[in-house]
């Protein structure tokens, strides 16, 4: 039987421009390629999750607009149960630039996913539930006291975030988190990532080598894979390895969820 996992996140539209680099302040950089593709941290990491073979809902808000229909096509097309709400607000929007090295700049207008409230939630049957900061802080932590067992990926970086049984950060989230108990995920970037146990080293990977095309959707796929790999009963250092795969194929593509690969992929890739 599948993992049943619902995503209580966000869910925007990516306006991606593709530059020969990334512009300073004050400069204009031309020359460059325009796309729309879906995304989202709470979207990203539901299409992820079910990509790898998890039964997936997500929970998030969307304005009553045409933005929307384009903001959830991978969801549908990826089968995550339809458990989105329309709001009176403007769907979430990512401004992005990516240069000819895959890095990215991210500026997020969060319209209808800053309207997610504690009453909005409904967690079914999950086994689990996955949560981002993409989102107000009171959702986030009314999730927690819900979930019967509650990840939390903590970005963006934000104090204050609630215990969970996995917390994934960056170097610069872990700062703003401060000390954490239980099991977290600090990932490294190039150098992958290392499993962490009220602060001792438990279990370390490192990325397979592929070509950096866009890391727009790289941190969702790590994400994911790590917490349906874990769900699924593999070691720790196994779903480590697994998830720093995933976020590697992901990083190798363009698009946040034009990107997110399959569990058939990810293996094969290791």
């Known amino acids: 039987m599948a ?8 869910i925007n539209l990516d306006l991606v421009v593709e530059a020969e680099r990334l512009p300073r302040p004050g400069e204009t950089v031309s020359g460059a390629r325009f796309s729309r593709v879906p995304g989202g941290k709470g979207a990203n990491q539901a299409v992820a999750a079910a990509r790898l073979g998890a039964e997936v809902a997500l929970v998030g808000c ?8 384009e903001a959830t096509v991978s969801l549908r097309e990826a089968g995550v149960e339809e458990q989105w709400i329309a709001k009176d607000a403007a769907t979430g929007i990512a401004l992005i630039t990516v240069d000819v090295a895959g890095e990215t700049t991210i500026v997020v ?12 939630l409904s967690l079914g049957d999950a086994d689990a539930v996955l949560c981002q900061q993409e989102i107000p802080a009171e959702t986030v932590a009314h999730v927690a006291e819900l979930a019967p067992r509650f990840f939390l990926n903590a970005a963006p970086a934000r ?3 609630p215990e969970a049984e996995l917390t994934v950060v960056n170097r610069l989230e872990l700062e703003a ?6 099991l977290v995920c600090l990932t490294l970037g190039a150098e992958g990532a290392v499993l962490l146990e009220d602060g001792e080293e438990v279990a370390r990977a490192a990325p397979p080598a592929v070509e950096a095309v866009d890391g727009t959707g790289a941190g969702d796929a790590f994400t994911a894979c790590l917490v349906v790999s874990l ?7 196994k779903s480590l390895r697994r998830a720093c795969a995933a976020g590697a194929l992901a990083a ?3 698009g946040a969820q034009t990107s997110l690969p399959t569990a058939e992929e990810v293996d094969a890739l290791l």
């Not at 993992?3 to 966000?10: K, N």
Request: aromatic residues 2%; hydrophobic residues 30%; without cysteine.
């Open 159 to 161: 104090a204050g975030a």
């Open 177 to 182: 988190l401060g000390e954490r108990r239980g």
């Open 62 to 69: 969307v304005g009553r607009d045409e933005v929307a229909d």
């Open 252 to 254: 190798s593509r363009f």
């Open 3 to 10: 993992t049943r996992l619902t995503v209580v996140g966000s």
């Open 231 to 237: 769900l699924e009963g593999r070691p720790r250092e």
């Open 109 to 120: 207008a969060p319209g209808a996913n800053s309207e997610l409230r504690p009453g909005d």
